[in-house]
């Protein structure tokens, strides 16, 4: 048996509501001693309440985006487009980029940075605008350290299109920017990016060692497919070729390469069997000597390039079918 009651309360508008009281009942093993226990009882004014908060809401709703887009419009957008991605931000930071816009209109510095600094790296603002919104950092530099750290930029070589993917570079004194970017450029690397100048000293000079190290390898061939097709007699165009079949290729250091081969070649392969399974070059160099040392423990003189550079399963299969085979070729023998 279920007990339904209903509870009518007054509220403060003198208006009724409904109340549901939720309630059971537990049997005891007596069937014929039933006992009635009413849990308890809420009072629902869940859909007032609701019907309140959401006009509350709505209002606020309303106020924010009327605020946003008063806020928006006095930046000097040019296009609804150029301003589409600002309206994601909060009011708080509406309203820093607004003041400092209406700072640097008033200074005659530019109307709005995203199009001072579009002008600058020679980009569109449309292309920008994106990014700006997602680092408004830039809104809160100084305008002549904003100017200056982009003069160093360019000045020094760094591609526009390398900017906008790493704004933060921005963020940088332009004395720090002009020394890291120096030093780079006096160990012969005429290529410039900005994350050079965000990077660890360890990291910098990694780099700056793999690219001495590379130019060297490379000499004036001055491309790791030529110096590829070179090192294993074969046309570029058949690297080329090799590169589509195997993408990996394309993406390998020269310094990689050459270790590679050197190791390769120390350990007998021919270079035309290279040529033909360069797949082997896109493994780990550690891996493929593991490799090597394991099958040549089992016994294998003759061994196939390719059984070096299978999947860590595929391998594993590979090394226990030799060794069934062994040890098939034992029993027989006894």
Known sequence: MLLKSL??????????????????????????????????????????????????????????????????????????????????LPIRTLLHIYKTTKNDHKNNYCKNRLYYIAHRIKCSPAELSERMAQRTFIYSLSFDWLASSLNVLLEMGVPGDRIIRDLWVLKYNHVTIRQRLQKVKDMGIETLYPWMVRCSEDILNRYISISKETKDILGDTKSTLIYLANRLNVPPEA??????????????????????????????????????????????????EQRLDILRKLGLTEINLNALCKSRKD??????SIESAANTSESDNT
Request: glycine share 2%.
């Open 239 to 288: 690297i080329t070729e090799k590169c589509h079949k195997i993408p990996a290729l394309q993406t390998i250091r020269v310094t990689k390469v050459k270790s590679f081969l050197d190791f390769l070649i120390n350990q007998g392969f021919d270079v035309n069997d290279i040529a033909n399974k360069p797949r082997v070059l896109t493994s780990s160099q550690k891996t493929v």
């Open 315 to 320: 391998f594993q299969k590979y090394v226990d």
């Open 7 to 88: 509870l009518l309360r007054p509220i403060a508008d003198f208006t009724l509501f409904r109340t549901v009281t939720a309630a059971t009942y537990i049997r005891t093993c007596n069937k014929n001693q039933p006992k009635m226990v009413i849990l308890h009882a809420r009072t629902l004014n869940t859909r007032h309440r609701n019907q309140h908060a959401s006009r509350i809401a709505n209002k606020s709703d309303d106020g924010i985006e009327e605020s946003k887009s008063r806020l928006i419009s006095g930046m000097n957008f040019e296009s609804s487009n150029h301003a589409l991605p600002f309206t994601k």
